[in-house]
């Protein structure tokens, strides 16, 4: 847990792509709040919040890949919808528990942008806003 911090940083992990920072925030998650990832489903569903928001997954031009684009809180939907999609390929609960869960700590999770000091917004605004946490 001690170099995770070092992990997160793009020009420590250039190649890095959505996919490896949505595992590297899972584990500062897992580092910084102790997770119970296999008894409190309120852990997991935030940890995915997070990892969905911070990863770039939701980057208007990945959404713009995938035919999918809005303008009003649409990086909100698209975070509520992949971390849905995340919780039920991993979880054995019904879609409607998952929303449930889901919403309950969407808003807290959602503003928590560490380890950056806000969400990024591209792969090389990470390092920027990763900067601004350390002010």
Do not use: M
């Amino acid at each position: 847990c001690r170099h995770l911090s070092d992990r997160l940083v793009p020009e420590q992990h250039p190649s890095a792509d959505s996919h490896e920072l949505r595992g590297d925030i899972h584990t500062f998650d897992h580092c910084r709040a102790r997770v119970d990832w296999f008894n409190s489903f309120r852990h997991l569903a935030c940890s995915e919040i997070r990892a969905v928001s911070l990863s770039g997954d939701c980057s208007f031009v990945n959404e713009i890949s995938r035919f999918n684009f809005g303008l009003k809180e649409h990086h909100q939907v698209c975070v509520r919808g992949r971390a849905l999609c995340s919780i039920l390929a991993v979880c054995k609960v019904s879609r409607e528990e998952a929303e449930l869960e889901l919403d309950e700590v969407f808003d807290s999770c959602f503003r928590d942008p560490a380890p950056f000091g806000r969400v990024p917004h591209s792969k090389k605004d990470a390092k920027f806003a990763y900067r601004d946490n350390e002010n």
